[in-house]
């Protein structure tokens, strides 16, 4: 338990560099656009004087930009990471109400891919060269071909003319309506995980089918099930792991097309509604917020790696 600690601390404290130096570049890059935070600020009001220097003292406009970026560090260190600048709501309970939409998405089409790609992917390697693999590999490959918004326009064509009463926006009051508007979107945010992950589970199950030591204890007599699941499947899951784990940490960043094609209110859209309206505080920590899912994500498939298989040593 003690290495597995000490690995940990490690990690974490590897990633406290990678995150000072993404916020540096983001908190300056998005100042050093040309566009002016004042007009995102000001929005729709009245521009008088007045109203001028109290935003400029406020958000400590004039002040040089190190020392804007170091107070935001220290305030955002402290869990304070700034107002929304056009609706001037703190940025934190902004997010908190838009999360657990994106979550939701990620989660559940992250179970759904998973448990198919694996299930179709070790099918199709059990009937390799058979009509059932040759089916099941142009389904993947079509769901890796086709492009995510195409397939969210057919689905919404169908929905409107068959479903003329569903609705993907209104309230989350419950968990019945929490999952009757993001069950669908999360299906097709699933397809290109399912493809992906299939492909590489129905190649590493083949390669492993044909190795040796399956060959050996075939011959020996044990039972089909138990070379199948025991040994091959056990061997063949870590390059599965190594891709669920990339797919996972990445697919936040996914769930903006989705969120857009479906108006869910999810972070996905509340980045790009930042980013067209220059709300740099959003941006920032957006961006930040979804560095440390991927870095965290990342650490917990490398804990699995050794959880699998005790061979692979930590360093």
Same mark, same amino acid.
């Given at each position: +338990?003690?290495?597995?600690? +000490?690995?940990?601390?490690?990690?974490?404290?590897?990633?406290?560099?990678?995150?000072? @130096?993404?916020?540096?570049?983001?908190?300056?890059?998005?100042?050093?656009?040309?566009?002016? #935070?004042?007009?995102?600020?000001? $929005?729709?009001?009245?521009?008088?004087?007045?109203?001028?220097?109290?935003?400029?003292?406020?958000?400590?406009?004039?002040?040089?930009?190190?020392?804007?970026?170091?107070?935001?560090?220290?305030?955002?260190?402290?869990?304070?990471?700034?107002?929304?600048?056009?609706?001037?709501?703190? =940025?934190? #309970? !902004?997010?908190?109400?838009? @999360?657990?939409?994106? !979550?939701?998405?990620?989660?559940i089409s992250f179970v759904i891919g998973?448990?198919?790609?694996?299930?179709?992917?070790?099918?199709?390697?059990?009937?390799?060269?058979?009509?059932?693999?040759?089916?099941?590999?142009?389904?993947?490959?079509?769901?890796?071909? =086709?492009?995510?918004?195409?397939?969210?326009?057919?689905?919404?064509?169908?929905?409107?003319? &068959?479903?003329? $009463?569903?609705? &993907?926006?209104?309230?989350?009051?419950?968990?019945?309506?929490?999952?009757?508007?993001?069950?669908?979107?999360?299906?097709?945010?699933?397809?290109?995980?399912?493809?992906?992950?299939?492909?590489?589970?129905?190649?590493?199950?083949?390669?492993? !089918?044909?190795?040796?030591?399956?060959?050996?204890?075939?011959?020996?007599?044990?039972?089909?099930?138990?070379?199948?699941?025991?040994?091959?499947?056990?061997?063949?899951?870590?390059?599965?792991?190594?891709?669920? $784990?990339?797919?996972?940490?990445?697919?936040?960043? $996914?769930?903006?097309?989705?969120?857009?094609?479906?108006?869910?209110?999810?972070?996905?859209?509340?980045?790009?509604?930042?980013?067209?309206?220059?709300?740099?505080?959003?941006?920032?920590?957006? *961006?930040?917020? +979804?560095?440390?899912?991927?870095? *965290?994500?990342?650490? !917990?498939v490398d804990l699995l790696y050794v959880?699998?298989?005790?061979?692979?040593?930590?360093?």
């Amino acid at each position: +338990m003690k290495k597995y600690l +000490m690995y940990v601390a490690k990690r974490i404290l590897a990633m406290i560099p990678i995150l000072l @130096i993404v916020s540096f570049a983001i908190f300056f890059l998005l100042r050093l656009s040309g566009n002016s #935070e004042m007009a995102a600020i000001i $929005g729709e009001k009245q521009a008088s004087d007045e109203l001028k220097a109290r935003i400029i003292q406020e958000y400590g406009l004039d002040d040089p930009m190190l020392l804007r970026y170091i107070n935001w560090l220290k305030d955002a260190l402290s869990g304070d990471f700034g107002k929304d600048y056009t609706s001037g709501q703190n =940025v934190n #309970e !902004l997010i908190i109400t838009r @999360i657990p939409v994106t !979550l939701g998405l990620v989660g559940i089409s992250f179970v759904i891919g998973t448990i198919l790609a694996i299930l179709l992917g070790v099918i199709a390697s059990l009937h390799r060269n058979k009509p059932i693999d040759t089916a099941i590999s142009l389904l993947m490959l079509f769901f890796s071909s =086709v492009p995510g918004f195409l397939i969210c326009v057919v689905v919404l064509i169908i929905v409107a003319k &068959f479903m003329p $009463g569903y609705s &993907f926006i209104g309230t989350y009051s419950n968990i019945s309506e929490y999952f009757q508007r993001i069950w669908l979107p999360a299906l097709i945010m699933s397809l290109g995980h399912l493809a992906l992950l299939g492909r590489v589970t129905r190649s590493s199950m083949t390669s492993q !089918l044909q190795s040796s030591y399956i060959v050996t204890a075939n011959a020996k007599g044990i039972g089909s099930n138990a070379v199948t699941y025991k040994h091959a499947f056990h061997n063949a899951v870590i390059p599965v792991l190594t891709v669920a $784990g990339n797919s996972l940490a990445g697919a936040i960043g $996914g769930t903006v097309l989705i969120e857009q094609i479906f108006s869910l209110p999810g972070i996905g859209g509340l980045l790009i509604s930042g980013v067209q309206t220059n709300n740099y505080p959003v941006v920032q920590v957006l *961006v930040m917020l +979804m560095l440390i899912i991927y870095l *965290v994500v990342s650490l !917990l498939v490398d804990l699995l790696y050794v959880i699998i298989d005790p061979r692979v040593s930590l360093v």
